[in-house]
């Protein structure tokens, strides 16, 4: 019954499976609403995940964006937004194994 | 007997859905009216209310069909609760009531009801109008608006408009 021990010999965790949620202009775009997707980062952020997806294309042309226009930003485009497990996050937040991340387009209730 | 410690604010009264169906703002408020007065107790003077409903156009001016609202279902009410919950901790409001459209919403239909009950007009006014813009920018809903046949979604809210200066 000793106390555990860190066991120097462990294998790094391996990058997590997210299920990845889209909506309204972006879901169309895409062609689904979600996936289980495995990280090919570790760790991954959902910037990561939103380069993997290859969600950026998407974008531009649903909001028409002129052909053969790219985002020169670093990060995610004006407008959207990221959730993890249904709360508001930073698009740097470290995701984990299980999370639900959503990426969500500009809102527009009430 | 345990002396009373100075009485923190009474804990305000919360009701928040969303409804797939169309709603009747004015039916929802008597409801809740008088589920909060059931126990006899005088109601709260001051009431602020707004009542958004589907335009018969769309944004470019086309006739609309139908308002389609989308949402992010346990987010969206998450978020109501929690908008709700912050804007009644920053004013001294007894009641909050939002109702909210999920679907497709016809033209003149109410989409969203926000009514805020407190002592003094204030508070009601503001909560209320502080509340619905929040939930504009911060719930998790997406509209589309259906024209002869065709749906556009919507990519940000309207403006809210200024008081005149003069």
């Not at chain 1, 889209?22 to 979600?34: I, K, Q, V, Y």
């Not at chain 1, 991954?44 to 997806?53: C, D, F, K, N």
């Not at chain 2, 003077?45 to 308002?67: E, K, M």
Request: with cysteine.
């Amino acid at each position: 019954m000793s106390a555990s021990q860190p066991n120097y010999t462990d294998p790094p965790a391996a990058a997590p499976t997210v299920r990845v949620r889209l909506f309204a202009a972006l879901r169309e775009a895409m062609g689904w609403s979600e996936q289980q997707v495995a990280a090919a980062a570790n760790p991954a952020t959902p910037l990561e995940l939103w380069q993997q997806l290859d969600l950026a294309g998407a974008w531009l042309a649903a909001t028409g964006a002129p052909a053969g226009a790219a985002p020169a930003g670093e990060g995610l485009p004006a407008g959207i937004r990221v959730a993890i497990n249904q709360q508001f996050a930073e698009a740097h937040t470290p995701l984990a194994d299980g999370d639900e991340l959503a990426f969500l387009p500009p809102i527009s209730g009430g | 007997m345990p002396t009373t410690a100075s009485s923190a604010a009474p804990a305000v009264s919360m009701s928040v859905s969303l409804h797939p169906d169309p709603i009747d703002p004015c039916q929802q408020l008597e409801q809740w009216q008088a589920q909060l007065q059931a126990g006899g107790a005088e109601g709260p003077a001051a009431t602020s209310l707004f009542i958004g409903r589907v335009r018969g156009r769309t944004v470019s001016g086309a006739p609309l069909d139908a308002l389609e609202l989308e949402h992010y279902p346990g987010m969206t009410e998450g978020q109501l609760q929690r908008l709700t919950a912050a804007c009644a901790r920053r004013h001294p409001v007894a009641a909050v009531l939002v109702r909210h459209r999920t679907g497709l919403v016809l033209c003149g239909d109410a989409i969203v009801v926000v009514a805020v009950l407190a002592d003094r007009r204030g508070p009601a006014q503001r909560c209320c109008q502080e509340l619905l813009e929040a939930l504009k920018h911060d719930a998790p809903f997406w509209k589309r608006e259906w024209s002869s046949g065709m749906g556009e979604w919507l990519l940000g809210n309207t403006p809210l408009v200024e008081a005149p200066t003069t």
